[in-house]
């Protein structure tokens, strides 16, 4: 028999910062809406089992995007985007998502997402806790290890902005943010998103992961959690941003809930999601309980 993904994608444009954007997403499911955001340097096939996933799309309408750059998303069309350096900023990173909420129409969506996607989590839930009913940080903190930060740009480009750096060797570096748990399968499955990026875009993702995102601990204690919940989630095996580094942003935000992920690593949405998911239901009934209840009291 034929089968199909109960998954559906389209193009959307977005304007963000006076610059028009042709931008891919899929989606399943319906119910609340819940945005989830891909790692630095992929897309949003990493969300493929999400999506698919009919515990969570019956109740919610899982939305995954590639970002601008990324994916099928390509740069924007009249625009000489080749004469200048791309780097990923926190001001794009989160007008991407008001702005790709407001042209789907959702409702105070849900936010996930994963490695700077993780950090993203949290500059949302500081800078926009209306907009949002709750944001997911997979893989987040306050801000990145300071062993990768104090590389430099220049640094990270010499790395992975190199015309002499073989685009599966990036793949290939992901190999060491994995848990050793994870199904060879998935690892692969990494590898090989990570070996199709356009060139330069892993390295200008890292400018918003590594510099951008900065969240002192001052902003990390004003995040109000009655107006958006704060959910934390970090592999065990995550040498970027550890459970210990997670913690700490968790313990300063008030009403916050943060669970370390046995034999997860980096990507535990896509190297485990039998595993993550363990983890990511109980989260989303808690958003789905407290959704009907606000609706009753509206």
């Known amino acids: 028999m034929t089968r199909h993904d109960p998954i559906t994608g389209r193009y959307v444009y977005l304007t963000i910062e006076g610059i028009e954007y042709r931008v891919y997403y899929e989606e399943a499911g319906e119910g609340i809406p819940l945005l989830v955001g891909h790692t630095a340097g992929s897309d949003g096939r990493q969300y493929r089992h999400t999506l698919c996933d009919e515990d969570v799309t019956k109740n919610f309408r899982v939305i995954a995007f590639d970002l601008p750059y990324h994916g099928k998303s390509l740069p924007p069309h009249g625009v000489r985007w080749w004469e200048k350096e791309y780097n990923m900023t926190k001001k794009f990173m989160m007008d991407f998502q008001l702005e790709l909420s407001k042209a789907l129409g959702l409702d105070r969506p849900v936010y996930m997402g994963s490695s700077m996607g993780g950090h993203l989590a949290i500059d949302l839930a500081s800078n926009y806790p209306d907009n949002f009913r709750a944001t997911i940080s997979v893989e987040g903190a306050l801000r990145s290890a300071a062993e990768y930060v104090d590389v430099g740009m220049a640094g990270i480009r010499k790395e992975f902005d190199n015309p002499n750096v073989n685009r599966t060797s990036i793949g290939a ?5 994995i848990s050793p748990y994870s199904p060879e399968a998935n690892v692969r499955e990494i590898q090989w998103e990570y070996s199709c990026g356009g060139p330069g875009v892993f390295a200008g993702d890292l400018y918003y992961y590594y510099y951008d995102h900065n969240v002192s601990p001052e902003e990390a204690s004003k995040i109000d959690t009655s107006k958006c919940m704060l959910y934390f989630l970090t592999g065990e095996y995550d040498p970027n941003t550890s459970p210990a580094d997670t913690k700490i942003a968790a313990d300063l935000v008030k009403g916050s809930k943060f ?10 949405v896509t190297e485990d999601y039998t595993e993550f998911r363990k ?6 009934e808690e958003i789905r309980q407290a959704s009907a209840t606000r609706a009753k009291v509206a």
């Open 259 to 268: 669970w370390t992920m046995e034999k997860l690593g980096h990507f535990p």
């Open 173 to 177: 570096a992901m190999m060491l943010n």
């Open 279 to 284: 983890y990511l239901l109980p989260i989303l």
